[in-house]
């Protein structure tokens, strides 16, 4: 079993739709909860970051983390075109003398015009 | 404000034959380094990471090595490559005491 699970879609939806992404994880010592868009042949950008159980708000996106129910999401309003890319979950953990990341495998999303 | 440079962008190298790949951060001191590979459709594997100059740890055994000769710079090497090498490389950086990892623009490397 993975440590952190993705949904790979792909997901389509039209434009201004409500998006929902998510991701279970089953490591408990799991601290950062994190988003990051891939555009196609792109580095990831970090999109938001949070470490505790709730909502996060930023403009059209929502982070929210679940830690009783090891389940995070990221909620986009009024998807776009532009919002078209992979969308990677990732969670910190300290292993040794540095923070390493663990990713989802990724949720393909297109927003058609 | 913080930048991470990688090159080459692009790479199409011939079985058997050496690899080097480039890292370089500015604006932070001493920052925590990281390759990953990223296979088509897949999502990220961790390769090495590297807390200091000269530390490094790897993640995966394989015919990967990499070093860091000085603070912001980190090096993937291959001595001899292998068809499975071929993917998409990344390198990121990480404060000494952040949270979040931020990525470079990738190498796209196609063994032949």
């Known amino acids: 079993q993975k440590e952190v699970e993705q949904d790979p879609g792909p997901l389509s939806v039209p434009e201004g739709a409500i998006v929902s992404l998510n991701c279970t994880y089953s490591?408990?010592?799991?601290?950062?909860f994190m988003w990051y868009r891939q555009y196609s042949r792109k580095g990831p950008e970090l999109l938001m970051y949070t470490y505790s159980s709730g909502n996060k708000e930023d403009g059209r996106f929502t982070a929210q983390v679940d830690k009783s129910s090891k389940y995070i999401s990221l909620f986009i309003r009024d998807s776009q075109p532009s919002d078209s890319a992979t969308y990677l979950c990732a969670m910190t953990r300290t292993s040794g003398s540095a923070r390493q990341l663990t990713f989802g495998s990724g949720t393909q999303l297109t927003v058609l015009p | 404000s913080q930048t991470i440079h990688q090159w080459p962008a692009t790479l199409v190298q011939p079985v058997g034959s050496p690899l080097s790949l480039e890292c370089t951060v500015e604006?932070?001191?001493?920052?925590?380094l990281y390759w990953y590979r990223q296979a088509a459709g897949r999502g990220l594997q961790l390769l090495f990471y590297?807390?200091?100059?000269?530390?490094i740890s790897s993640e995966v055994p394989q015919n990967l090595s990499a070093s860091r000769p000085q603070d912001r710079q980190f090096i993937l090497s291959s001595k001899k490559l292998l068809l499975s090498d071929s993917g998409f490389y990344l390198c990121?950086?990480?404060?000494?005491?952040?949270?979040?990892?931020?990525f470079g623009p990738g190498t796209r490397l196609l063994v032949l």
């Open positions: 604006g932070t001191s001493n920052p925590n």
């Open positions: 990121a950086w990480m404060e000494g005491v952040g949270e979040t990892q931020y």
């Open positions: 490591n408990s010592a799991f601290q950062y």
């Open positions: 590297s807390v200091g100059i000269g530390q």
